[in-house]
């Protein structure tokens, strides 16, 4: 479908333009160095400016953003086809496992017969043993 496309295409250029935006912005830790001398009014937008006019567009940005991913879930749960998981589990479309007989002589035998094992001595070490 055409819509789902551009809806991709929407999507992945919000997502990038958001990342750029979040990344020119300057943390709230700044403003502690511009009261020291370093602020930054040679900046692009000057130093008031540019807290609204990146705030409003990032808000904007993540409007969009978050309104194609609600339309990009709305495809993905209206498509139908013939691998359609939401429908039925992934247990019921895995092929069934094909059974296999088992013959005695598949089966393994011991090398050596078992035979009970004396009790430990008083001189035998326990776990919790130190040694001497």
Request: no cysteine; glycine share 10%; proline share 8%.
């Amino acid at each position: 479908m055409i819509w789902e496309t551009v809806l991709v295409a929407v999507h992945v250029l919000v997502a990038a333009a958001l990342v750029g935006l979040v990344l020119l912005q300057h943390g709230k830790g700044a403003d502690m160095g511009a009261a020291f001398g370093s602020g930054s009014s040679g900046s692009l937008f000057g130093a008031a400016g540019s807290a609204n006019f990146l705030s409003r567009t990032t808000a904007v940005l993540a409007t969009v953003f978050f309104l194609s991913s609600l339309g990009l879930t709305y495809f993905g749960a209206t498509r139908s086809g013939p691998t359609d998981i939401m429908k039925q589990g992934v247990t019921e479309t895995a092929p069934a496992p094909a059974a296999k007989e088992t013959k005695a002589s598949d089966v393994p035998q011991s090398a050596a017969p078992t035979t009970p094992t004396a009790p430990p001595k008083e001189t035998d070490s326990k776990p919790g043993d130190i040694p001497k």
